[in-house]
């Protein structure tokens, strides 16, 4: 008997002394790894709703990226002048840093980089203040008319190959990584129009692609330093011609050929808008984490989430773990936004009416709920 129950005690210290069962991942961590939101960041008069928004939306339905769109809303000390007015703060952003790591969501804040130096009229903090910096300086913003026209316009682009202009970038760029804490950096880098320009004294004869991913290369190199991560819109790493999507969702000035020229480890933002066109194995089957990305069309986006489960399922295991996840997209401030999805999610029709943007993120909520049951 005594021998029995020293074996028993044996095997039960046994027991005891075992590593506790690792809780069961979340299922749709298996079928989905990335599911964001790209956003403008909040206003400061904004930050209690939009802190709210992420705990009361965001989190419940199982979001664990948040991409926030800084630009120049930031109250850089490295360069001052680059401030919008009102900008956020340092308390500010480790308000959202706080909630954002609590919750388990990956927080990356964004810059337009190279592209997206103007909007219409406006020329952006960066051109503003050293115009040397720009790659079509003749091209006046306050010339813009809707597209087409004369001046042919779109947004513009910052020279790549200018002595000085990395200097500044990467000092607010790694500003803005820190006052994040950020493991990765949103570059934007979308539909850039205007690279290798005749009047420009150093890009001018040079190949596109080749000035498009020395410029991701370099931002991404950069980054590597301090261990983050770089994320990028796709549309220029698609030919628009051969594929038929066009001058905005895709190249047609040959930046297309960069894709077999940058580092593997780029993250794409694979955004298309009007179809669930199935790019996403492109930049998988290239080597690239990828992501779809929707907008307004809440038809389109369950479509592109609904294929990229499919299509990780349907993959080899190396290129499946490329194949990231969703990421959502809203162009509008917070503030408009806002209104709108709290008009839709009470079964209201939203004044503005024209932008769906609203009923769509209610609908990728949806899906994803569904998917984690």
Same mark, same amino acid.
């Given at each position: 008997?005594?021998?029995?129950?020293?074996?028993?005690?044996?095997?039960?210290?046994?027991?005891?002394?075992?590593?506790?069962?690792?809780?069961?991942?979340?299922?749709i961590d298996e079928l989905l790894p990335v599911r964001g939101l790209a956003i403008q960041a909040p206003q400061r008069s904004q930050m209690n709703d939009f802190l709210k928004f992420v705990e009361g939306e965001l989190v419940p339905a199982h979001f664990n990226l948040l991409i926030l769109r800084v630009d120049w809303g930031y109250a850089y000390a490295s360069h001052p002048e680059l401030q919008d007015p009102d900008p956020l703060t340092r308390e500010d952003v480790q308000r959202i840093v706080a909630v954002c790591r609590n919750r388990g969501i990956r927080l990356v804040p964004q810059i337009n980089l190279l592209g997206h130096q103007s909007w219409a009229k406006q020329t952006h903090a960066l051109?503003?203040?050293?115009?040397?910096?720009?790659?079509?300086?003749?091209?006046?913003?306050?010339?813009?008319?809707?597209?087409?026209?004369?001046?042919?316009?779109?947004?513009?682009?910052?020279?790549?190959?200018?002595?000085?202009?990395? %200097?500044? &970038? #990467?000092?607010?760029?790694?500003?803005?990584?820190? *006052?994040?804490? $950020?493991?990765?950096?949103? +570059?934007?880098?979308?539909?850039?129009?205007?690279?290798?320009?005749?009047?420009?004294?150093?890009?001018?004869?040079?190949?596109?692609?080749?000035?498009?991913?020395?410029?991701?290369?370099?931002?991404?190199?950069?980054?590597?330093?301090?261990?983050?991560?770089?994320?990028?819109?796709?549309?220029?790493?698609?030919?628009?011609?051969?594929?038929?999507?066009?001058?905005?969702?895709?190249?047609?000035?040959?930046?297309?050929?960069?894709?077999?020229?940058?580092? %593997?480890? &780029? #993250?794409?933002?694979?955004?298309?808008?009007?179809? *669930?066109?199935? $790019?996403?194995?492109?930049? +998988?089957?290239?080597?690239?984490?990828?992501?779809?990305?929707?907008?307004?069309?809440?038809?389109?986006?369950?479509?592109?989430?609904?294929?990229?489960?499919?299509?990780?399922?349907?993959?080899?295991?190396?290129?499946?773990?490329?194949?990231?996840?969703?990421?959502?997209?809203?162009?509008?401030?917070?503030?408009?936004?806002?209104?709108?999805?709290?008009?839709?999610?009470?079964?209201?029709?939203?004044?503005?009416?024209?932008?769906?943007?609203?009923?769509?993120?209610?609908?990728?909520?949806?899906?994803?709920?569904?998917?984690?049951?």
């Amino acid at each position: 008997m005594k021998r029995f129950l020293l074996v028993l005690a044996t095997l039960l210290a046994a027991a005891l002394s075992l590593p506790a069962a690792a809780p069961a991942a979340d299922p749709i961590d298996e079928l989905l790894p990335v599911r964001g939101l790209a956003i403008q960041a909040p206003q400061r008069s904004q930050m209690n709703d939009f802190l709210k928004f992420v705990e009361g939306e965001l989190v419940p339905a199982h979001f664990n990226l948040l991409i926030l769109r800084v630009d120049w809303g930031y109250a850089y000390a490295s360069h001052p002048e680059l401030q919008d007015p009102d900008p956020l703060t340092r308390e500010d952003v480790q308000r959202i840093v706080a909630v954002c790591r609590n919750r388990g969501i990956r927080l990356v804040p964004q810059i337009n980089l190279l592209g997206h130096q103007s909007w219409a009229k406006q020329t952006h903090a960066l051109l503003r203040e050293y115009p040397q910096f720009d790659e079509n300086p003749s091209v006046k913003t306050e010339n813009y008319t809707d597209w087409p026209n004369p001046e042919g316009l779109y947004c513009k682009s910052y020279c790549p190959l200018h002595p000085d202009v990395h %200097k500044v &970038v #990467f000092d607010v760029v790694d500003e803005l990584c820190d *006052a994040f804490e $950020t493991d990765a950096f949103h +570059a934007g880098m979308d539909e850039v129009f205007y690279l290798g320009e005749k009047e420009c004294p150093r890009c001018n004869g040079r190949d596109k692609a080749e000035l498009f991913a020395g410029e991701v290369t370099l931002i991404r190199n950069h980054l590597a330093e301090k261990g983050r991560q770089l994320m990028i819109w796709g549309d220029r790493l698609l030919d628009g011609r051969t594929t038929g999507l066009g001058e905005w969702e895709a190249s047609y000035n040959y930046t297309w050929r960069a894709i077999d020229l940058i580092p %593997k480890d &780029v #993250f794409i933002c694979d955004w298309h808008y009007e179809r *669930a066109d199935l $790019t996403g194995v492109y930049f +998988a089957t290239k080597g690239l984490p990828v992501a779809s990305c929707g907008y307004r069309n809440p038809t389109v986006c369950e479509q592109q989430i609904r294929d990229m489960v499919r299509f990780r399922k349907q993959s080899s295991p190396e290129t499946a773990a490329r194949l990231q996840g969703y990421i959502h997209t809203i162009w509008s401030g917070f503030g408009p936004f806002l209104r709108r999805y709290n008009e839709v999610k009470n079964e209201k029709e939203p004044d503005e009416a024209h932008w769906n943007d609203a009923q769509a993120l209610r609908t990728v909520i949806e899906t994803f709920t569904n998917l984690a049951q």
